[in-house]
């Protein structure tokens, strides 16, 4: 929340698989999700309007970090999200003061004439768009942040520096870069990577030894695929990442990928699974992946490492 006392809420549309959401879930259950997330910050709002006697409106930041235009595309959900917005601005007149666009991708203008159109033309009033990275300047380069909120009250990936509790926000980790994919019958997820940006998918290590097990496929196109471990806390503790996994590239024709890699250290950390496309100026890659950790006591390749991760986990 603002040092005033307004709650944020924040959509994290890059890390949203909008076409399995509307293919698993009925749209008026979709709608219904989207109408109690504001009723709940319509509560929060209302409860700190009564305790200080001054009207408290909300703050909604659109985090658009590794947005694709095909998923902002889905008439599906842009009919659901319209709705949803037609149905807030009469049940909720007085609920949003401010809509912060972040993280804009290159293409902006063209996921802007998609989202401007599902807006009622109240809200559209009250959008602002912070130009720049969150992760890439200070937070003081965008003056409404730095006033009303502080970098002690923002989460990581906004640019803050309030980590997460358990590193998990809104039910997703605070590391991640990609959408949750859709599962298929062969149990492998499904993942795809847009262009000129990299899919990292972390996978929490518990204290103790422990051991990776990772299998992986490029459906389409070629991908620079690397695994490192990073100490809990990360950079804010002084750890560094620990490479375990060099970056190689890897293309269809080379088949279905299987490693199992000793991850190094006994404290809690996380291992991230990095799936690197920034060479690609166009196209998107896919891939199918599945990956486990497991204890020490489990063989590793059969009882013997790869050299390259044995000789770094040995660093």
């Known amino acids: 929340e603002s040092v005033q006392g307004q709650p ?13 959401l509307m293919d698993a879930v009925p749209h008026e259950s979709v709608l219904k999700f989207f109408m109690l997330s ?27 970090n590794f947005v694709t235009l095909s998923a902002m595309s889905d008439n599906r959900f842009k009919a659901v999200l319209t709705k949803a917005s037609k149905l807030s601005e009469k049940l909720y007149p007085q609920l949003l003061e401010r809509m912060v666009l972040l993280n804009v991708p290159k293409f902006f203008a063209a996921v802007w004439s998609v ?23 200070p937070l003081a380069k965008c003056p409404f942040a730095s006033q009303r909120f502080g970098a002690e009250r923002l ?27 859709k599962v298929g019958n062969d149990g492998m997820t499904q993942l795809e990577v847009s262009s000129r940006s990299v899919a990292r998918v972390p996978m929490p290590v518990p204290a103790g030894d422990g051991v990776l097990h990772l299998e992986f496929e490029m459906v389409s196109g070629g991908c620079e695929v690397s695994v490192a471990v990073r100490p809990e806390g990360g950079a804010a503790d002084g750890g560094e990442d620990v490479e375990v ?26 291992a991230f699974l990095r799936f690197d496309n920034t060479h690609s100026a166009i196209t998107s890659k896919r891939l199918c992946y599945t990956a486990m950790v497991t204890g020490a006591q489990d063989e590793v390749n059969g009882g013997k490492e790869d050299a390259s991760a044995a000789k770094e986990a040995a660093v």
């Open 8 to 20: 944020l809420f924040v959509v994290r549309a890059g890390l949203s698989n909008v076409p399995v």
């Open 38 to 64: 504001r009723h709940r910050v319509f509560l929060r709002c209302d409860a700190r309007t009564r305790a200080s006697g001054t009207l408290i409106k909300a703050v909604s930041v659109n985090d658009l």
């Open 115 to 137: 989202i401007r159109h599902l807006l009622p033309k109240r809200a559209l009033e009250k959008v602002a768009v912070c130009r720049g990275r969150a992760l890439e300047q």
């Open 155 to 181: 989460p990581l990936f906004l640019g803050g520096s309030c980590p997460a509790r358990n590193g998990v926000f809104g039910g997703i980790s605070e590391h991640a870069t990609a959408p949750a994919g």
């Open 245 to 270: 996994l060099k970056p190689h590239k890897v293309k269809p024709d080379k088949g279905r990928q299987t490693h199992v890699l000793r991850l190094p250290g006994t404290g809690a950390r996380t």
